[in-house]
Structure formats: structure tokens, C-alpha cells
């Protein structure tokens, strides 16, 4: 059984860049780990230890990813 805790909302998170959800801290067994809330599969954090930083850097989205968002920002 793992207990989902948010991360809180002043700490930057980048979106995941499979899904676009917001990580999220799992407590499992007294130990944490980053997820992804959609599927666990999208990102492999380091066990035991809650390293947001790590996570920011393997899900920074490239260029075009980025362009996307903003054309669909003004088209709504
Ligand atoms: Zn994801």
C-alpha cells in the first residue's frame, strides 16, 4: 500500500512530459519517490529520496513542445 501526497504548489514543478500532470510525492513503505500521478512508467526516479530537481530536468520540454502550448493558449 503507498500513501499519494501533493507536492506543494510554491515548489516549481515541470509538467510531465508524457502527460502534462504535475508530479507527486509516493510514500511507500517509509520511503519516497517522485511519480507521475498518470503512470509511474513516465519517469524513474532515483528510490528513497524525493528529488524534484531531478524531475525537472528530465522532463523539461523541448522547444516545440513549448510552442504548442501557447498556440493553443490563443486559439481558446
Ligand atoms: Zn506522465
Request: glycine fraction near 12%; charge should be positive; aromatic fraction near 0%.
Given at each position: 500500500m503507498s500513501?499519494?501526497?501533493p507536492i506543494q504548489a510554491d515548489i516549481f514543478c515541470?509538467?510531465?512530459k508524457?502527460?502534462?500532470a504535475r508530479p507527486v510525492v509516493e510514500q511507500k513503505k517509509g520511503k519516497f519517490a517522485v511519480i507521475c500521478p498518470t503512470n509511474r512508467e513516465h519517469y524513474k526516479g532515483k528510490a528513497?529520496?524525493?528529488d524534484v530537481a531531478d524531475w525537472n530536468k528530465q522532463n523539461k520540454p523541448p522547444i516545440p513542445f513549448v510552442?504548442?502550448?501557447q498556440s493553443q493558449q490563443?486559439?481558446?
Open positions: 500513501t499519494i501526497i515541470e509538467p510531465c508524457h502527460c502534462g528513497g529520496i524525493v510552442k504548442n502550448i490563443k486559439a481558446s
